[in-house]
DNA sequence: AATGAATGAGAATTCATTCAT
DNA sequence: TATGAATGAATTCTCATTCAT
């Protein structure tokens, strides 16, 4: 009795959705799962799809601000790249579900899929920051700074949900390491 | 009268499902763009399912084929590299819709989407021995070669993606510079 | 504070009724509209059902006391059908949603229903009686009562609803004129 | 195999939706009623709507060709009322249901509610031009035809559906005998 | 007396698939 | 080969009613 019904339903809809996508989860495999009744959910969330944006605005969310809580202002530009690469390793590791939700339900052209992609817009632009400070502080070369956020958060999210999806461990140090190495100094010695 | 049945469906399919994506797409929607009646479909695809991997395969296809009968024996690994980003960043501009469903559809446990993720892999592993060539020829820094694969992939993907699904113009040029900086070079002057 | 809690719901049950009829009417909207918890309806009345007979008992009550309390023993049959015509346009002026309901679920098979129907049949028989006595007074012509009786209450219900419910103004005085002219003295000069 | 699964599928509705109504009437009702699986009544009406509204349709243009056609133009003004009053106390015999639903489902302000007055009047407008030609003609009392129109319809819709509701039995000859007396000549004597 | 969270039995609608022609 | 009418299981969502507080 601990646990609200709202937060139940909010993970079981995680474990679900992550599970079979956003179409072919069903109220009644989320219900099942949190063991509630359906019109429970019903009455918590207006309807599947609000369950669902809830659930991707909290996630985005959560990731962001982990970031942005650890980003000093005192930081080098590379540092702060270094962290926010981090970061999102850790949090992919930690948070699967949520992000193979991220990037499955992306793409297209509903209006949920417009929200989310505005959603991992606010997260890019936070890189997107850094990499303009460090174009301005001439630390960096000269890329279009968008560019460069959509870059870093893709190359770290697929490269750690291609892992996690294998059978292979996640390594995160190896993972970072190799990450931090291509996006700051280049694959080329 | 020129074009057999198999292939208006084929063609239709890919409209439909680009579009809607495989849940949402409907076999009537796609029996009427085909001009079709829906038994026809079922006459020359067993399923729903059969249809979408037999055109995600041929799509998988045409973009490692593309790049692959480009990459010649005695280029620089640096060049293969170059290469391979400049070609998936026009396949992505010329076949966005197929893109967004690789996108979509490859995360997930169903047997369709272990396909398409080995599929993918197929493609990863690719770019995975050009970056194996460089390490042993002692140009590139010894990253781990499949993590190094799937980062380049997904860097280009996401950037791809997140330009062609906004509103801004697609810029391959620039694009490309500033993944191949990033890739090679690195964002650190 | 008032009115009973009782009374506010009723007054928003005829309300929500009037405007949505009985299935489409929800006991959420009922217990919004009077301001109090779903669960206090239920403590006040039993049911749905219940609460909607209720209240159109109170309605046909008030039509059938109206026009009976205005009937004098003493006023020639004639003046009887005037008042009795002039009474029920004026009701239905007055409350128009009610009859809306009562014209709505009158008919059909369910205990609701026949209910209603027999209130209903308690208003006609009063026009019967007044119909009936003007026969034995040799005043009117011999007709059968329970005919005579529900088509002076259908005509004067559907002709009035038929103004209320159009977009024209709702002119008694013309309506009972036109009615008392057909119903007394025929269209036929 | 005779019947057309169409033509099955509208007499069971009209069954199912004039014994329960609209809002109770269930498509499975209506399905199991037809003898057909519930995915065929939407192959051919798009929704419960539309099935409904298609079946009103046709009902009350039977009853309007079947009065039109028997209108002729050399009839006298009274003629033609009684004729009308005729057909429409034959018309209420013969499809009880069909006018149950009518008087059932044309009050309120839902569009289809709304679509349903709108054929009424239309109906209406038919008995309204007579009247107004009895006016001209100066045979009839010069009242509103509007207000006649409507009130004859309701008189004998009310009064008929009264006795077929009503236990007893539908006498068509006394029925039409107290109308006609009524509406042509009056009660008074 | 009053509350409102929780319930679960339906309801309308959709759609992949089948099959007789 | 091709058709399209027919199917029925599955899905989302609604809402009267209950009950612990």
């Given at each position: 009795m601990r646990k609200s019904k709202t937060s139940l339903i909010f993970q079981a809809a995680i474990d679900v959705f992550s599970e079979k996508g956003f179409d072919k989860a069903t109220m009644d495999d989320i219900a099942a799962r949190a063991n509630v009744a359906k019109g429970t959910i019903y009455y918590h969330f207006k309807s599947k799809e609000e369950l669902f944006l809830f659930l991707v605005e909290e996630g985005v969310e959560m990731l962001r601000d982990g970031v942005e809580s650890k980003?000093?202002?005192?930081?080098?530009p590379r540092e702060k790249i270094e962290l926010i690469l981090r970061e999102q390793i850790s949090f992919f590791g930690q948070y699967r579900d949520f992000c193979v939700i991220l990037l499955r339900e992306?793409?297209?052209?509903e209006d949920r899929q417009l929200e989310f992609r505005k959603m991992i817009r606010s997260y890019m632009s936070l890189i997107e920051g850094v990499v303009r400070e460090g174009i301005e502080a001439d630390?960096?070369?000269?890329?279009?700074a968008e560019n460069a956020g959509s870059a870093l958060f893709g190359m770290a999210a697929i490269a750690s949900l291609h892992i996690l999806l294998g059978?292979?461990?996640?390594?995160e140090e190896q993972l970072f390491s190799d990450l931090k190495r291509m996006a700051l100094a280049g694959l080329v010695k």
């Open positions: 980003l000093l202002d005192d930081m080098h992306s793409w297209g052209a630390t960096f070369h000269s890329v279009n059978k292979g461990e996640y390594d």
